[in-house]
């Protein structure tokens, strides 16, 4: 409980640009995606939406996010289709009307602090939430992120921190040993909509920096720094990805 507490008190950014950590406003938002009953998000006009393509290492590891299209419109909202059987991807065309498109979030509300695992590293200690996991691909680099955490080596340290830093989902968060605070990427506003090439499907939408999302009921989501959300339907988590898109035949890259 005192860890939650002390968890909780003021966020980390890790800046990939400067290599800097500095204070992190948490929260601070007037972007939003709304979730739309059995159809759509709605994503408020302005908020950057952009198409990347995941690359990846031989042995199917991400290594990063390649911008291929830039969709944003700064004047109007953008329905992104939440059913995953549009005709017109990444856009609504309607068609979660004809299939009969259950919606229901019927996912975790509860804040990423509940439930997440404190693991202790070497260099940093990291909370994780399996549940949250997008099958984003980062952590799976060499021996992977979890043997690196226990590593003093400083290729392990520097990968613990890109991990830290690219993990869609949020599933992984690193967290000071000395202060217990999490340490977070600083992210613009941003979407991305992640096609996963190598793993030949369609991935989640992924939101940065802190957007506010909010269910077709008007619940307003825990703000988070970096957040997966499912379109393609399928999803055990609604409205979070949890990797179902790899196992459906309608999110296959053409
Ligand atoms: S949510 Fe409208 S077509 Fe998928």
């Known amino acids: 409980m005192l860890l939650c507490c002390r968890l909780s008190l003021v966020d980390m950014v890790y800046s990939q640009k400067e ?3 500095t204070n992190h406003e948490k929260g601070k938002t007037n972007m939003k995606i709304a979730i739309t009953k059995n159809g759509p998000y709605i994503v408020d006009a ?4 952009k198409e990347v393509n995941s690359l990846a290492n031989k042995d199917g590891a991400v290594l990063a996010y390649e911008e291929k299209m830039d969709l944003s419109d700064a004047k109007a909202n953008t329905y992104l289709c939440r059913c995953g059987h549009s005709a017109n991807k990444p856009f609504c065309d309607g068609h979660h009307a004809k299939i009969g498109f259950d919606g229901t979030e019927a996912g ?4 990423y602090d509940h439930g997440a695992e404190l693991l202790q590293g070497k260099v940093y ?8 996991c997008a099958a984003g691909r980062f952590c799976d680099v060499s021996t992977g992120f979890w043997n690196a955490l226990h ?4 290729a392990d340290k520097k990968y613990v921190e890109h991990v830290a830093c690219t993990c869609p989902s949020g599933r992984l968060t690193l967290v000071d040993k000395h202060t217990g605070q999490k340490i977070e990427p600083e992210l613009e506003k941003e979407i991305y ?6 793993a030949g499907h369609l991935g989640p939408i992924y939101a940065k920096g802190g957007i506010q999302v909010t269910g077709a009921d008007g619940f307003a989501y825990e703000v988070r720094n970096r957040v997966t959300l499912c379109r393609c339907g399928e999803s055990r988590n609604l409205p979070f990805c949890d990797a179902s ?3 459906c035949e309608h999110m296959e890259v053409e």
């Open 19 to 21: 290599n800097v950590f």
């Open 46 to 49: 302005g908020v950057p939406v």
């Open 108 to 111: 975790d509300r509860k804040s």
């Open 125 to 132: 200690d990291a909370l994780d939430k399996p549940g949250l």
């Open 151 to 154: 590593s003093m080596d400083e």
């Open 193 to 198: 909509l992640v096609n996963d090439v190598p």
């Open 245 to 247: 898109h790899l196992r």
